[in-house]
């Protein structure tokens, strides 16, 4: 079965980095485009950037420009997500999700999502 498991969250301190993980099975990054969402406590899920391989592209919404990057690696059929200088401004649930062929705007065309990992910045 298509899957997605996500990895790479935690607590970190303001200004520090980390990287999100996401590991697809069943499809490859050709098949499927892949997009990073989050939602802090209390908001809507939004989305943060997307990568398509099919077209050669990454997408980021002004969320992620200048601050977080997207790439993903064939060879591990691997999404990340690196996220730079952290700010009290991402807290929440990061979700990686699938979109057929090419990146969507919404997220009703994302079929499938990973299970969400946590990012929690130390007061």
């Known amino acids: 079965q298509a899957q997605l498991a996500q990895s790479g969250g935690g607590l970190v301190q303001p200004g520090e980095s980390l990287k999100l993980s996401c590991s697809l099975s069943?499809?490859?990054?050709?098949?499927?485009?892949i997009a990073w969402f989050r939602q802090a406590p209390g908001k809507e899920r939004e989305r943060v950037s997307c990568?398509?391989?099919?077209?050669?592209?990454?997408f980021d919404t002004d969320i992620a420009k200048g601050r977080f990057t997207i790439s993903g690696d064939n060879a591990r059929n691997t999404v990340y997500l690196q996220m730079n200088n952290l700010g009290p401004e991402e807290p929440g649930g990061y979700y990686c999700?699938?979109?057929?062929?090419?990146?969507?705007?919404?997220?009703?065309?994302?079929?499938?999502w990973g299970q969400g990992t946590q990012v929690t910045i130390a007061a």
């Open positions: 999700a699938a979109s057929p062929g090419y990146c969507h705007y919404n997220e009703g065309a994302y079929e499938l």
């Open positions: 990568i398509s391989m099919k077209e050669g592209k990454t």
């Open positions: 069943g499809f490859t990054l050709f098949d499927y485009a």
